[in-house]
Structure formats: C-alpha cells, structure tokens
C-alpha cells in the first residue's frame, strides 16, 4: 500500500537574531491511507512547521516530501498549488469560512478553484454536508452557525475534492470538551471510511483515544509516544 503522506529526514531552520533555530530536525515519518495520527507538542516545538512542510506551504531545508509515492519536495509554488487542490485538504485552527457564502457555497467554492461546476459540484456538496451531519445547515452563512457547525463545514470543504492527505490545524481549540470529542470522532471516522491518511496537529490529549497513533514533537524531535488507539 503506497503511504498518503511520506516525509524522510525532514530539518527545517530559521534564522533568530544571530543565530539559528531548528523548528524540525532531521524527522521522519509516514502516514498510511485510513490512518489518523495526531502530533502533539509545546508551543514552540515544530508543530505548525511540520504541518506547513506536509501541506507544501514551506520547503524544508532538506528531506524529501512524498505525496501518494510522488515526490513533490522541490516544486514550484505553482505546481505546489495543483497538488494541493488535487490531493490535500488542509482544516485550519478557524473555519476561516467566507461570510457571504452559505455552507454549500463554502464548498462549491472548492471545486470551482478546480474548474468544476455544475449539478454534480452541488450534488457532492451536499452529500458531504450530509456526511458531517449538516444536511439540514446547507443553505446557512457562518454567522447562522455555532463554532462546531462551521469546523464541521471546514472539514467537509477540505473533503470537497476527494483528498489523498488531510491536514488538520488544532480543531478542537475554539470548541468545548463534548464538541470537540466530536469534531474529533468525525476526522476519524470520514478518515477511515474514505480511505485518507489524516495528520492532526493539537494541543488535545482527548485525541488520544481516537487517533491511531499519537506523536510527540518537541524541540524538533519527534517521537512516537503512542500506538494502538481507535481510529474510528
């Protein structure tokens, strides 16, 4: 089985001043299709780095990045884009919705940015809808949603154009404790039924319970703390 997501001896530095930080150090890891892997860690630890690397947002200073078993390390901004419309789905910390749209509008966006239209974009919109349990919300703007209907319309919009990798930013951070359980259950669950790997950067222990495997990123390092949960 080819991994969704393969990163091989990563290193990512800025410069600080008159020295240099190292956000990620030389890691490694490899996310498999229907796998949910939450990366935990310190503010400060590489976290937002490594996500930034996987989304192709940020070229590391060596390593290799491998999406579906293509290399896309060294690509230019422009083909970095395609890939990222074509096989990523990236879940931001805020739903960072467009406020005049409706939720169903959130996601035909996202297929008309691939030159899709039409019936289907509308009939796949509104299946998604339905699979995060929005069916009833498809015709409501942000302001008309609470803080977990708009995550929830964020995952949808990311599952828009049938992704290889999801990518998803601290989900869990505006939302109370039942709410983002939640939200929690339903990354793993679109992610094992759909067949993605999914990689969830968080400061949530209560991911532990859900996600199949749980990383600890610290000082660049990454180790693997945890293995063995649910994933669904």
């Known amino acids: 089985m080819t991994a969704a997501l393969t990163l091989t001896d990563i290193t990512v530095t800025y410069p600080d001043g008159g020295r240099t930080l190292t956000a990620l150090d030389n890691i490694s890891l490899e996310v498999q299709p229907g796998e949910t892997i939450a990366v935990v860690g310190p503010s ?9 690397v996987a989304g192709l947002l940020l070229t590391p200073n060596s390593g290799r990045i491998e999406i579906a078993g293509e290399d896309v390390t060294q690509l230019s901004r422009s083909a970095a884009s395609q890939v990222r419309l074509a096989q990523l789905g990236l879940v931001f910390q805020q739903s960072n919705l467009i406020s ?14 691939r030159g899709e239209k039409g019936r289907a974009v509308r009939q796949r919109a509104d299946e998604l ?5 929005l069916a009833d919300a498809a015709g409501r703007r ?11 319309v964020g995952i949808a919009r990311a599952l828009m154009n049938d992704p290889t990798l999801l990518l998803v930013d601290e989900p869990t951070s505006a939302l109370d404790h ?13 992610t ?12 949530d222990m209560g991911v532990l319970e859900h996600a199949k495997r749980l990383l600890t990123l610290e000082d660049g390092q990454l180790s693997h703390s945890y293995a063995g949960g649910h994933g669904g």
């Open 100 to 113: 005049s749209l409706t939720a169903r509008e959130q996601l035909e966006m996202a297929a008309r940015l």
């Open 142 to 152: 942000p302001h008309q949603l609470s803080g977990g209907q708009r995550q929830r």
């Open 178 to 190: 039942e709410r983002g359980q939640d939200i929690i259950r339903l990354i793993t669950r679109v």
């Open 129 to 133: 809808l339905d699979a995060v349990g």
């Open 192 to 203: 094992d039924d759909r067949g993605i790997g999914t990689v969830v950067v968080t400061h």
């Open 44 to 52: 400060g630890s590489g976290k937002s780095s490594l996500l930034a």
